[in-house]
Structure formats: C-alpha cells, structure tokens
C-alpha cells in the first residue's frame, strides 16, 4: 500500500516538473517556488501568532479565552483545509484517479491511497505547523493533557482532511461535466459577489461614522451560533477547554462528538470515491444512429469570391469578431466580468468615493477622479482576453492558418469583440454610476469614456504581441484564465506606462487652466493610439505568420 | 491531365530531423489519392505543409497549380481540410461553426445558410446543430469538421486520417460522399492506417517511409507489381516491415 501511495506522490511530482517544462520553464518555476516560499511564511507566521495566543490563553487560566482561543485557532485551520481545495478543484487542478484503475488496486485500496496522500495536499500542510504550535504551548510544553489533547487534535485533523477530502472529490466529479462544472464556478463566482456585498447588505442603516451595532448583530446570529456548536472546530475546542477544566465527560464527549463527523465522513467519502470511479458514462452522448441520410450534396456553386478585394471589415473580421463574443458570454470568466462590473462601480461608489477629500484633486473634482480611475480599472478585467487572446481557441487555431484569411483580419476580428465586450462592461459601469449617483456632467463623461477607450487600444496593441508569444492554453469553463507569467509581467509594464501617460494627459490641461481641451486632447491621443494601433496589426501578423507552429503547438492541449 | 497536387523536393526540417526528405509528389485532378506509411513516416508533416499550417523547409508545392508559399490565401480559398487534430472552435454550436467557417471563406449569408442545413443533414447532425461542439461526439466532430471543409466547394480535400474513432455508420456515409466528390472531380488526398479503406476507396496510393517517398502509383499496378495480392501486404513490404514474428519476449504467456 505504502508503495503505491508513493508512486501516486511522485507521479504528482513528475506532473508538476514536466508542467514547468517549456520556453518559459524558469519564469514558471520562480513563480511556484515564490508561491511556496510566500505559503510557508503566512503558514508559520499564523503557527507563531497562533502558538502566542495558546500560551497567553493558558496563561490566564480564563476558559472563555482559552475557548475563544481554540475556536479561532481550529476553526481556521478546518477553514483552510476545505477551503483552499475548492480553489484548486475550481482551477481544474489535480489528478485524475480513474487513470490508475488500469492498475491492479483495489477501488479500497484506491480510496486508502487517496485519502492517505490528501493528508500530504498542500492545503492541509498549510495549517499543520499552527495545529502543531498550539499543541506544543498547549499541553506539550506544560506536560499537562497531553495525551487528551493530541487525541483531540489529531481527531479534529484527520475529520477536517475527511471532509475535505470527500467534498473536493465531489466538486472533481461534478467539474468533469462541463454544465456542472460551469454552474458550479458560477456559484463561487455568487458567493465572491456577495460576499463582497454583505457589509452592504448588513449595515443598510450603517450611520456614516462606520460603527456596528454589535448586539444588534449578536442577537441576528444567535440561532448561526448554536448550530455552529455542533461544527468539529467547536465540538474540538470544547473538548480541549474540558481538559482544561478537568471534565473528562466533556473530552470524552468531544472525542465521541469528532467520530460521529469522521464515521459519516468516511463513508461518504468511500460512496462519492466509488460513485466518482464507476459513475462515469459511455462515450460521451454521440447522437443514436439513423438512417443515413442523403449522400450528396447540391450541385457546386459560384460566388466569384476573390479573398484580396475584401475591405477591413469584411465579413471575415466580423464572423472573427462574432465568434469572439460568443465565446467571451459563455465562457465563466466573461460573464462573471458582467456580474463584477456593476458590484465594482457599487464599490467604488459606496466606499471610495465616500472616502474622497473635499477638495480637489490636480484641480480636479474628486467624484470625476473617481470615476476616470474606476473606468480605468474595468480595462483591467478584460486583460486576460487581452494578453492571452488565443486561450480558448484549442486545436480550432489551425483554421487562422489553413483558412484563406489574413491574419491581420483574425487580430482585428478578435479585437474588435473583446473591445464591443469591454465596452458594454464600460457602459454597465457608467449606468451603474449613474443610477446612485447622477449622470456625470458632459465633459467629464467625455473624457472618462476616451480615458477608457486610450487605455484598451494600448493595452491591445501590446496584448496582441503578448498572445502570440506567450500563449496559453485556458479552459473556457474555469475560473482561472490567466494569461502566461511573462504576459502578465508585459502587460503591467504596459500598464503602468499607459496609465502614467493618460493620465498625465487627464491632468495636464486642468493644471495649465485649460479644462476645455482636456477631452480635445484625449481624443487626439486616441487617435494616435489607433494610428499605432493599425501599424502594429502587420507587424503582429507577420509575428503570428512565423509563430504559426508554435502556437498550434502550445494551444491544442 | 493537370495535377491538381505537385510537390517538388519538398523537404521539411525539425532541428537535425528530417520529418519529409525531397518528396517528389503528383496528384491528377479528380483522384482519390491515398497517402499511406507507418507511424512518424511524415503523412501528416506532409498534410501541413500542403495546406500551409506549417512552413515548408525547402522544395516547392503547387496545388492546382499555384505556390502555396507564395500565394497561401488564393490556394486555401480552393482547398478543404479535415486536419488530425480537428480545428474546432469547442464553444461554438455546430451551426454557428459552419456559419463561421462560411464567413472565413468568403460565401453570401444564404449561401452559408442553405449549405449548412444541407450539411448538417447529410452528416445526420441536425439535430445537434444547437449544441455545443464540447458536447459532441469523436464521430460527430470529425462529421462537422468533414462538414466545415465542404462549405466552400473546395476543389481539393485534404483529410488526415478522417475514418479514425468513428463507427461504421459514419464511415460509410463518408466514403460514399467522398467517391461521390471524386465523381465530381473533387481530388481527395487522404491519410488512413486502415490499409483496407484505402485499397478499396483510393485509385492511386503513395507510401511515405522516414520522410522518403518510397513507392506511388494506382492501387492496382502496385498490387500487380508484387507476388501478394493485398494492399497490406505491399505496404508491409514497403516499409520493411513484412518480418512480423514474434521472436523475442519469449516470457510472455
């Protein structure tokens, strides 16, 4: 078993080696080992601050500290263990255990592998070094519970990494289908919303001094509370504090209370493991077979097509452009773009423009700042479609090289959609802004909507370069589109240039007392850009032209 | 008669690797050509090159008569194909591909949208025409791809292996289209490993051995040329690869 259990671990390892293999190897690899260095400082400096707050709780001998103490402290670590596998399972990450049923292994034997190496998942070894630092300034180091405690801690862990377990198995079958899977992240997706919402939602009578009437609130989660009681962080905690008080009824109630979690745990765990092994389908749902139908087809006709007469916005642009936007309003990132927008511009009305000084700012009106920097955010939501433009496309990228179009025509096509999406983002932002707070004067509207526009042309302008030579390829139904390590790097240097320079140009003509021509200004720079803009399309053509194969290559996967 | 498909001492080059050594190809208009060798021989390197999804190392290739490297847009307006790897765009519906695809090549909207109908039921997917392609089938893709590659009438129709992972119900429906085309004087270049398909669909087969031209000619005259009497046979004899006993691994069973 332990053999198996090991060759499972270094297959993980293999797939995470020869996944960094490649042109941008180096920069991926600097990149996960700044992750795990970033992972192991939060992980022990929470096991620090934990095991301190352990030591002053025992210190003061007040069981509500102490209680409030063990509550924080496990409630966060079960929190992580669950919590950071639907990230990873939301990001489509992980291996495929059915693969291994070729093998001889038992589907026991399987689900004991799997369980056994979930205990090494990065996301349980977060929070193993606080669990370990409250033990050790717990009951360790004073010599006192000790056996107790660690049978209460190391219950309380192996229920967390059950259930963790269990439920990241059943989000990984479900994921595998695509509708599931897509209704799935969009739920995420309303759980970030709203949780981005709730001190909205929960203060509607807030008074603008920011205080929270915390009875108010206590007695609204009193019912949340006791039920919460009966959570593993809970039944642990109490369990710990009863050792402490030298109630071993409750330790032993504790210790009953962590198995009633660990038995259904593991049973359900062992059911959704065989039902995620064996419940997978046939083929895949080909149609039944008929008759077969007619074999011919209509005589051939004619249309007298000559691809180099066609103008810009030929019907091949636009057919590139329609099929951008019916991929950018089905894929999960692009709807959940539409759904953040209006919440964004709530955010930005509700806290930033509350915060805002009286004065102005640059001699501008602060609410006019706000607005030119929220548009100038949106542009950042659309930066994936950007940078990585050619993520979706699969194996279907051949066509823009066996097809008889010019590839200048496949960027353009392909700008214009994510600049129309984009746009209706701006737009739905605006409105949104309108609705709480008025619509923004003439001028100021102006100008905030060519900010917007200069920020997107640049951005592409670069972006186009970025997709052919870093691309990436990205499942349409996942949350995680990010362009390529470098691309990313590309597209913030551009950024921070584009954003300077615009908004310099924002700034210049109020300062000199010129206010009038600061969106005759804009509209020139715009101008210019879509000058560089046209320039640069050839050019990336001629650099699409040459890394045909090597895009092919990366974006079939 | 005017080859519909010429390659001169095409050559192409992946590092040190020769994938295709100075082939020297000619395929008549209207033929149903058969391009046949082992795994790695360089079929589809060949394929590429021809329908200008890679570049062309050295050596030259015309089909009907032009340069696909130096006129690339006017010889794809005049070409269909069903690659390995099928070029499908996985978020579209089966409709809205074909109607893409039309678009690509320039055609009138009720043009794309008559074939496309007649398309789709021909390839018996009309029914599916509202799903997404990341929904269908192997046997369904490979019908909408074979489906997108006919849209524009296309003159020559280059397949890389269009029978592979599909039942026997699809596969008779298209070799039936794909002679019915040949009848036409559509010239179809194909790639399969099912040496049976070939033999009895291709009037003409050439065989591709590490990246060399080993063999091309009617199916039947290659037949004749030798003592066996199966297509298999020739194309086993071809590659050197007749001896197929079992004489090492004497542990197993």
Known sequence: MLDRVLAISWLRWRMAVHAMRGGEALLQFAGSILIAVIGAVISIGLAVGYGAMAYFAISSSDPDFLRITWVVVLFSCAFFGL?????????????????????????????????????????????????????????????KHVIGGLAIVLLFTTVVVVWSHAVMMLLQGLMRRRRSREVIVSLIFLVVVLGSLTPVLMTPDEPDNGSIDLEALQDRTHGLARVADLLPPFIAASGLVGLYADESAGSWGSLAGLLAWLVPG?????????????????????????????????????????????PVFSQQVIGVTVKELHYLLRSVVGRFNLVMTPVMAMIVVFFVVRGLPAEEIFGIDP???????????????????????????????????????????????????????????????????????????????????????????????????????????RDCSSITNSPSTSAVLIG??????????????????????????QPLILAMLLGLLLLVYGFSLSRAAALMAYRAEKMVDKLRA | ???????????????????????????????????LGPNGAGKSTTIKMLTGLIRISSGQARILGRDIDTEPTVVKQQIGVVPEELALFDRLTGSEYLRFVGRMYGLQKNTIRTRSVELLELMNLHDD???LIVDYSHGMKKKLSLAASLIHDPKVLFLDEPFEGIDAVASRMIKDLLESLTVRGVTVFLTSHILEIVEKLCSEVAVIHQGKLVAQG???????????????EVFLDLVDADDTSPTVLSWLG
């Open chain 1, 83 to 143: 919590f950071m596998p639907l990230l990873f399972t939301a990001s489509g990450q992980g291996l495929d255990l059915r693969r291994l049923l070729i093998f001889p292994v038992s589907r026991g034997q399987l689900y004991g592998i799997s369980l056994g190496s979930a205990f090494l998942g990065g996301e349980h070894l977060f929070y193993y070094p606080s669990l370990i630092a409250v033990s050790l300034m717990g009951f360790v180091l004073p010599g």
């Open chain 1, 266 to 310: 593991l049973a359900l765990g062992r059911l959704i493991f065989t039902r995620h092994v064996l419940g997978e389908g046939g083929s895949g749902g080909g149609a039944p077979a008929r008759k077969a139908g007619r074999n011919s087809i209509s005589p051939a006709r004619t249309d007298g097509f000559d691809a180099t007469d066609l």
């Open chain 1, 367 to 473: 609410e006019a700042v706000a607005l030119f920097g929220m548009l100038g955010y949106m542009t950042l939501f659309s930066n994936n479609f950007i940078n990585n433009a050619f993520a979706w496309e699969g194996p279907g990228i051949q066509f823009y090289f066996y097809g008889p179009l010019a590839l200048e025509k496949v960027l353009l096509g392909k700008n214009l959609g994510v600049w129309i999406f984009t746009g209706t983002s701006g737009l739905i932002a605006i409105t949104t802004w309108s609705a709480f707070k008025g619509i923004p004067d003439l001028w100021t509207l102006t100008s905030s909507l060519l900010t917007f526009a200069c920020c997107v042309v640049a951005f592409t302008t670069v972006g186009n370069f970025n997709s052919i030579l870093f691309p990436v390829a």
């Open chain 1, 492 to 517: 913030l240097g551009t950024l921070v240039i584009a954003m300077g320079a615009i908004g310099g140009v924002v700034v210049a003509p109020v300062a000199l007392g010129y206010p009038g021509f």
């Open chain 2, 1 to 35: 008669m005017e080859a519909a498909i010429e390659t001169t001492g095409l050559t192409r080059t992946f590092g040190q690797f020769k994938a295709v050594d100075q082939l020297d190809l000619s395929v008549a208009a209207g033929t149903f050509f058969g391009f």
């Open chain 2, 129 to 131: 025409a509202k799903k």
């Open chain 2, 218 to 232: 009617k199916t039947e005259e290659l037949r004749k040329g030798e003592t066996v009497s199966s297509l298999e």
